[in-house]
């Protein structure tokens, strides 16, 4: 019989499993895997940070639609994936993260580079796992790849001491199904329930349907598509369901919530039916609960039950993978009103009040760089952020055609996600132009992946809207804290174009808005990664608003 270790055992159960890629940085606890890692085709792509490695495999997993996997060592490299895992939780990603643990003599003796990972992780992981017996690997590798990838997607942790991966093992061969009877998630609809929607849309004078990224995960943009020109309802978006409908749709009314367009917000507030389908009814969205769609009768699509009835009582709820419950709407036979007028009174609101910006006099406004990114790559490229002012004017202004080309952190909303997500994104579809748009706050916190876009010569295209401030702390503070603008501007920078040089990078810094075109229009055609520096205006806000602890018919600045 074969001797093997551990490690072998992981590696030969991740190749059962097609894993093709993997993000990750070694230390000590996960020595013997990076051993047997080293003479075995998987990819590894040696991020500079785990913190790097684990947004990464976000992006891969939001694009590919595949999980993504991340190596971490015991102690600091574990706690430095808590992050990413608690985002990869919020926005429903599929990942399976393992790290090392210290051996198992020591584990509870605060032996060097210890944490309790299992502890830390259970609040923000789907599953977590700590491997007690080395014969126990192939079953819990196969079980944590099923388990996040079925039902709604989401992290599994698997923690394995080093003696584990280390010791020898006779090969073990499992061939046995998985069997977890805690643990069988729904993913097809009650037809009754889903009779009881249609029954709904018929009787409705002003339906609208509220789109969220569980549309995206199931792939199910098709459906989709077909349901909604079956239908004619009206269609407004959450943040991470920008593209499962296309932007440039009759029927499309944009985002909703917090700095979503008034129209959307309208619609929402005028519906008398309000179809939710993969979304979470989240505060962004919603604002104040007290006035949510208080004329609407609610139904929510959700492959989560937890979900429904959450935040918003919801007579219809639909337990269901997205693209299995549309697929039987849309065998269903609609004898329902005309809804031209409902939609006219909306094209009225969107007309009426769009999204507007200052004149910039010169300088380069946020809202035109969007907008000139948007036109260099056709509307076609991936485009991934962080979070604050920048996410907002691309949620804005990039006008999503295409499903599955935004890759954002709505729910943790984390600052720093953006780049390496872009790096898992553009390993997970290489040809195509993926373009990310950070502010310099956020990029500063991740910058320091420049060395993996350069060793992989990966041609993402790094835009940095550079306000030289924490933009949305800064106008948070403007609007509720009478300009006292503590800790938000950031005078001292580096040269981010010498910064990108030094990692052999090319850089352009564009302060004029007559060059902007130009250099976007250079960096974009070329095959090879690109930093372009783009000094806005620091003093502008995203706009319309509703404040918090508003509704959100009480937006703010919804004209100059």
């Known amino acids: 019989m074969e001797t093997v270790t551990g490690s072998d055992l992981l590696i030969e159960a991740l190749q059962k499993e097609g894993v093709e890629i993997i993000f990750g940085y070694p230390g000590g606890a996960v020595l013997p895997i990076y051993d047997a890692l080293y003479k075995n085709p998987i990819r590894h792509i040696l991020t500079r940070h785990e913190q790097g490695a684990i947004h990464a495999a976000e992006g891969y997993a939001r694009i590919s ?5 991340v190596f971490g060592t015991s102690g600091p490299g574990a706690t430095n994936l808590v992050t990413g895992i608690a985002d990869a ?4 990603l599929p990942l399976v993260v393992f790290t090392g643990q210290v051996g198992q003599n020591v584990i509870g003796t605060d032996a060097f580079q210890e944490a309790d990972v299992i502890g830390i992780t259970m609040p923000i992981t789907k599953h977590n796992y700590q491997v007690t017996k080395i014969e126990d690997l192939p079953r819990i590798v196969k079980e944590a790849f099923h388990i996040a990838t079925t039902g709604r997607p989401g992290p599994v942790v698997v923690d394995i001491p080093k003696n584990i991966s280390a010791d020898p093992v006779v090969s073990i061969q499992d061939d046995e199904p998985i069997n977890l009877p805690g643990y069988q998630p729904n993913v ?14 018929n009787q409705a004078k002003r339906p609208l349907i509220l789109t969220g990224a569980g549309i995206l995960h199931a792939r199910a943009s098709d459906a989709f598509l077909e349901f909604v020109n079956q239908t004619k309802i009206p269609v407004v978006s959450t943040l991470l369901g920008l593209g499962a409908f296309p932007a440039s749709h009759p029927l499309a009314f944009g985002m909703a919530g917090m700095h979503g367009s008034y129209a959307a917000n309208m619609a929402i507030c005028e519906a008398d039916l309000l179809i939710n ?6 505060d962004r969205l919603t604002g104040s609960l007290a006035h949510f769609a208080k004329e609407a009768v609610v139904a929510h699509i959700d492959i989560d039950p937890a979900e429904i009835g959450k935040n918003v009582k919801t007579p219809i709820p639909i337990v269901s993978d997205a693209r299995l419950a549309l697929e039987s709407l849309n065998k269903a036979e609609y004898t329902t009103h005309s809804f031209e007028d409902w939609v006219a009174h909306l094209k009225d609101y969107q007309e009426a009040f769009p999204y507007w910006e200052t004149e910039g006099h010169g300088a380069i406004t946020p809202q035109t760089l969007i907008k000139l990114i948007h036109e260099k790559t056709n509307g ?9 002012q920048h996410q907002m004017w691309t949620a ?14 709505g729910g943790l909303g984390t600052m720093g996600f953006g780049f390496p997500a872009a790096i898992g994104a553009q390993l997970a579809s290489p040809k195509d132009q993926v373009v990310a748009i950070v502010g310099d706050g956020g990029f500063q916190m991740t910058l320091q992946e420049l060395a993996v876009i350069k060793e992989f010569n990966l041609p993402v295209k790094i835009v940095i809207c550079n306000n030289q401030t924490l933009g949305m702390v800064r106008q948070w503070q403007e609007s509720f804290y009478e300009k006292r603008y503590s800790e938000s501007l950031i005078p001292v920078q580096p040269d981010f174009v010498k910064l990108a040089e030094a990692y052999g990078i090319k850089g352009f810094k564009v302060e004029d808005v007559t060059e902007l075109s130009q250099q976007l229009e250079t960096a974009l055609r070329l095959s090879e990664p690109v930093l372009i520096d783009c000094r806005v205006r620091g003093e502008e806000n995203v706009t319309p608003m ?6 959100l018919h009480q937006m703010e600045g919804v004209t100059p």
């Open 188 to 201: 097809t609809p009650n037809l009754l329930q889903v009779q009881k929607l249609v029954e709904a849309i």
């Open 396 to 409: 804005q202004y990039y006008g999503f055609n295409q499903p599955n080309k935004w890759v954002t952190s």
């Open 65 to 69: 639609g595949k999980p993504g996997v």
């Open 89 to 92: 939780m919020m926005d429903s």
């Open 380 to 388: 076609e490229a991936i485009v991934t952020t962080d979070v604050g």
């Open 546 to 551: 509703v404040a918090p602890g508003k509704g």
């Open 277 to 282: 389908i993969g979304a979470r009814f989240d």
